[in-house]
């Protein structure tokens, strides 16, 4: 099966902890992609990587990190500098790196601080 | 100008109704239009997409239609079914190296049966 996986499904911090969240894809895509999304908010762009061991910077990337190691792993890591890290994280990817073009989302992880 | 506008923020219909998404961009330089569908706890997935050299676009119940001078893009789904029920976004990019996709806001459509 080809797609994309996020781990975990769940993911519970306590305040002042950093946090990674995984992201998977078998699809053999250039680009991928993290989102944060918020009741009414729409998707956000956390940031983005076009190809490995390079990426950007998207909308509201103050307090999160990336890297892109490999072609088909692109980790999230909240810091404890993210003052508001509660919400549904989403990884995508995309078959180029330029260009506008289908992202393929994966299931999300849930994140809550406690 | 990145902004992608999206209305309704809610949608009911009935069985069998049709349902019609707006959204209206700034942006000339887009030149991508997608809509996604998402189902609570779920990520999105893509349901239809447009480019603005055509003003219409249909897939089986699902419809696209985009206005270039207006600057709006719809979504019309005809028959809409209970199954239909979801989070609808669009979603916008383009201009040059930009993929980056812009998204409205999201409307939550609820089919009745």
């Known amino acids: 099966d080809g797609g994309i996986t996020q781990s975990p499904k769940y993911l519970f911090r306590k305040e002042g902890q950093n946090v990674t969240l995984s992201c998977e894809q078998n699809?053999?895509?250039?680009?991928m992609y993290w989102y944060r999304q918020d009741p009414g908010q729409g998707l956000r762009l956390i940031y983005y990587?076009?190809?490995?061991?390079?990426?950007q910077k998207g909308d509201i990337a103050e307090g999160y990190s990336v890297s892109r190691e490999k072609k088909e792993s692109f980790p999230l890591t909240v810091t404890s500098a993210q003052k508001n890290p509660t919400a549904f994280y989403l990884c995508?990817?995309?078959?180029?790196?330029?260009?506008?073009?289908?992202?393929?989302f994966g299931p999300g992880t849930r994140l809550t601080v406690l | 100008q990145q902004q992608v506008k999206q209305s309704p923020q809610s949608l009911i219909v009935q069985k069998g109704g049709i349902s019609i998404i707006n959204c209206a961009y700034e942006?000339?330089?887009?030149?991508?239009f997608p809509w996604y569908q998402q189902f609570p706890g779920k990520g999105p997935a893509l349901l239809i997409a447009?480019?603005?050299?055509?003003s219409e676009k249909k897939e089986g119940r699902f419809t696209i239609s985009f206005n270039k001078s207006a600057k709006q893009f719809s979504l019309h789904i005809m028959d809409s079914q209970p199954g239909d029920s979801a989070t609808y976004f669009c979603?916008?990019?383009?201009?040059?190296?930009?993929?980056?996709?812009?998204f409205g806001k999201g409307t939550l459509l609820t089919v009745n049966p």
């Open positions: 447009i480019r603005p050299d055509v």
């Open positions: 979603a916008a990019s383009g201009g040059g190296s930009n993929y980056k996709l812009t």
């Open positions: 699809l053999n895509h250039d680009a």
């Open positions: 990587s076009q190809i490995v061991n390079d990426f």
């Open positions: 995508a990817s995309s078959i180029r790196p330029r260009g506008p073009d289908t992202q393929y």
């Open positions: 942006n000339t330089a887009f030149d991508y």
